[in-house]
């Protein structure tokens, strides 16, 4: 299903959803919201990542993702995050808006830990948007990789972006 909401604020909201787990879900590439919302999941490199712990409470954490047409991909520390999904795959991404409600990208999706993708050190996309800020901060590929082991995979379910 997609629409158009009435504007909130002088924004025009756009959701493009998929009501069951029906795969892929996109973005309306013609939109200029839908298309400033693919430039930034290509170029942001921080997002926020909520996941459900055990307890049902839900765990918002930074992270660097690599989106793609079909997927995002999250590097993580073996860590709650990384249990969290296993026993709730259920997540959500989303990205900064501009401080005035507006610039606005949220993703829904399904996440699986994917033990058959190489590592980040390896992975010579998530290198060429990272690779900066890991040399900015001291760090290599390698040591990067070996800290950030769990690759994460995101199967979009629903974007919204205004």
């Known amino acids: 299903m997609a629409g158009t909401l009435p504007g909130i604020s002088g924004y025009d909201i756009r959701y493009d959803s998929l009501m069951s787990t029906t795969h892929p879900a996109t973005i309306d590439e013609s939109n200029p919201k839908g298309?400033?919302?693919i430039e930034r999941l290509r170029?942001?490199?921080i997002g926020w990542l909520t996941t459900v712990a055990s307890d049902g409470t839900?765990?918002?954490s930074p992270i660097w993702f690599l989106w793609s047409e079909d997927d995002i991909l999250v590097?993580?520390?073996d860590s709650p995050r990384a249990?969290?999904?296993v026993n709730h795959p259920r997540v959500s991404l989303h990205l900064d808006g501009n401080g005035k409600g507006g610039d606005i990208v949220v993703i829904e999706?399904?996440?699986t830990i994917d033990s058959n993708t190489p590592s980040c050190a390896d992975n010579h996309e998530y290198l060429a948007k990272y690779e900066p800020v890991m040399e900015?901060?001291?760090w290599t590929p390698q040591w990067f990789g070996d800290k950030y082991h769990v690759p994460i995979r995101i199967t979009v379910t629903k974007y919204r972006y205004w």
């Open 35 to 37: 298309a400033e919302a």
């Open 43 to 45: 170029n942001d490199r």
């Open 58 to 60: 839900p765990q918002t």
């Open 75 to 77: 590097y993580s520390l």
């Open 83 to 85: 249990r969290n999904i």
């Open 109 to 111: 999706g399904t996440a």
């Open 136 to 138: 900015g901060n001291g």
